[in-house]
């Protein structure tokens, strides 16, 4: 047993009671890979922003679960020697079993995401409950989910999207007693979050998506006053990544993210954490396309992987101080 305090981690209930009183949200950054890390908490620490490092269970298969918890310690002494010891928490996404977040506690996550939200009502309350329970005695906090997010990351993959039913909020966390709920107002994983023939063109030609469901984030926020609510599935597809990616070889077609005013919108109101997962990817994709394109000849992974890392943390800086105003919040 690995209790995440003595990585020197933080569970999210701070973090979320804060960031609900001061408009703003925690970004909650997925990572697969030792740059990916890097940035993350180079950007947070630039910005003095709190941040909750996520892993998938693929993921955390993919980064090895041992050396997983060392990456964890590395990442709060990287900030510690940058004169910027912002709070870091580690939080397994998507969970989808009792046993995998059982093992996520008990090497040094200080929070879990059990995703019970394609099962039948009462089941995911059920599963959602026995994983606090657990979870709690440790001090380690844990998201729920109601409502079904369309798109594809990693094993979770749903078709069509469901949206929160506001009736059920109040019920489900308080049998369950989860810290947070993930709600669905329109956000899905990956990429391909909206269809063109579901958007519009502004003044620039560019396609708009409709606007995410406000109406439901808003009813949920009444019923559940000063209760943390997360948005899943957050990216805005930079077009610029998108544009390079396709330039250098490259097929992403029709590739449409949620626009960043409508998630800075949210963060101001009763959303405290916002998952941006795909944005990292596309950034981090496209440069190393360009590199490649532009070096044929390059084979040393730091040459690529480098200006890799260091768009990613361009990107994150701005997430930070313009979309989700988490910057100096530390």
Sequence with gaps: MTDYKELGLVNTRDMFKQAMAGGYAIP?????NMEQLQAIVIACAETKSPVILQVSSGARKYANQTLLKHLARGAVEIAK???????????????????????CIETGFSSVMIDGSALPYEENLSLTKKVVDYAHQHDVTVEGEL??????????QHEKSHYTDPNQVEDFVKRTGVDSLAISIGTS?????????????????????????FDILD???RRLPGFPIVLHGSS????????????????????IGIPEEQLRRAARGSVCKINIDSDG????????RKTLGESPKEFDPRKYLG?????LIKLMKHKNEAVLGSAGKA
């Design 281 to 288: 990817r596309l950034a981090m994709t496209a440069l190393i």
């Design 147 to 156: 409502g079904v997010l369309a798109g594809i990351e990693d094993k979770v």
């Design 307 to 311: 200006p890799a890392r260091e768009e």
């Design 81 to 103: 020697d940058m004169g910027s010891p912002i709070p870091i928490a580690l939080h397994l996404d998507h969970g989808d079993k009792y046993e995998l977040c059982v093992s």
């Design 28 to 32: 909650a950054y997925n990572f697969n």
């Design 189 to 213: 994983h990956g990429a391909y979050k909206f269809k063109p023939k579901d958007c519009t063109r502004n003044a620039q030609g560019i396609l708009v998506p409709p606007e995410l469901r």
């Design 236 to 255: 805005s597809v930079v077009p610029e990544y998108v544009e390079m990616i396709n330039r250098y070889g490259g097929k992403l077609d029709d590739a």
């Design 219 to 221: 009813e949920c926020a």
